[in-house]
T-cell receptor, first 109, second 117 residues
Framework: RKEVEQDPGPFNVPEGATVAFNCTYS??????FFWYRQDCRKEPKLLMS???SGNEDGRFTAQLNRASQYISLLIRDSKLSDSATYLC??????????FGAGTTVTVRA | EPEVTQTPSHQVTQMGQEVILRCVPI?????FYWYRQILGQKVEFLVS????????KSEIFDDQFSVERPDGSNFTLKIRSTKLEDSAMYFC???????????????FGQGTRLTVV
């Protein structure tokens, strides 16, 4: 089983729509969770950390479900500029981030 | 806004040659990392560095790879004898802390695209 798994998509949504997707992780000792955004051939850019209580940053909401070992990202009122690959990253009690392969989101006009 | 900077942005090298990729982490960060991403694949961890020594490395980080912090600002990745399969985007990252506390988010540089021919 892969350490971190994501639905590759693509999720094709119209502007203004809501889109949500999950990321599952296999290591129950995982402690830190992050969503990164990656544009084509660019670096991962931190979108948000995911905290146990869930957190929101503008149109983006992240949730953590430890029992089922997944995190989620919801994007409300999608913009064309939200088109990107969203990477889930997980850290256990060590130094490395384990990344998923990413979920591609395409927002169309 | 402070950022991680990497040079060069693109490096082409012949198989068997040595390359050094350079990074300047964010100034108050204490943990430094190298990741790589082969085209079309996921971001993979190579190595982490803290307090002037390697704190963790992956299976990919074999004897051909080394890291160094030659001065107070630079952090380098050396590949001693490049192979075709080393062609990838190499990302440097840094973080203020490590573990499950807040402030451990890793910030990535813009990457060096290494092409081995």
């Amino acid at each position: 089983r892969k350490e971190v798994e994501q639905d590759p998509g693509p999720f094709n949504v119209p502007e203004g729509a809501t889109v949500a997707f999950n990321c599952t992780y296999s290591n129950s000792a995982s402690q830190s969770f992050f969503w990164y955004r990656q544009d084509c051939r660019k670096e991962p850019k931190l979108l948000m950390s995911v905290y146990s209580s869930g957190n929101e940053d503008g149109r983006f909401t992240a949730q953590l479900n430890r029992a089922s070992q997944y995190i989620s990202l919801l994007i409300r009122d999608s913009k064309l500029s939200d088109s990107a690959t969203y990477l889930c990253a997980v850290n256990a009690w060590d130094y490395k981030l384990s990344f998923g392969a990413g979920t591609t989101v395409t927002v169309r006009a | 806004e402070p950022e991680v900077t990497q040079t060069p942005s693109h490096q082409v090298t012949q198989m068997g040659q040595e390359v050094i990729l350079r990074c300047v982490p964010i100034s108050n960060h204490l943990y430094f990392y190298w990741y790589r991403q082969i085209l079309g694949q996921k971001v993979e961890f190579l190595v982490s560095f803290y307090n002037n020594e390697i704190s963790e490395k992956s299976e990919i980080f074999d004897d051909q790879f080394s890291v160094e912090r030659p001065d107070g600002s630079n952090f380098t990745l050396k590949i001693r004898s490049t192979k075709l399969e080393d062609s990838a985007m190499y990302f440097c990252a840094s973080s203020e802390g490590q573990g499950a506390r807040r402030g451990t988010e890793a910030f990535f540089g813009q990457g060096t695209r290494l092409t081995v021919v």
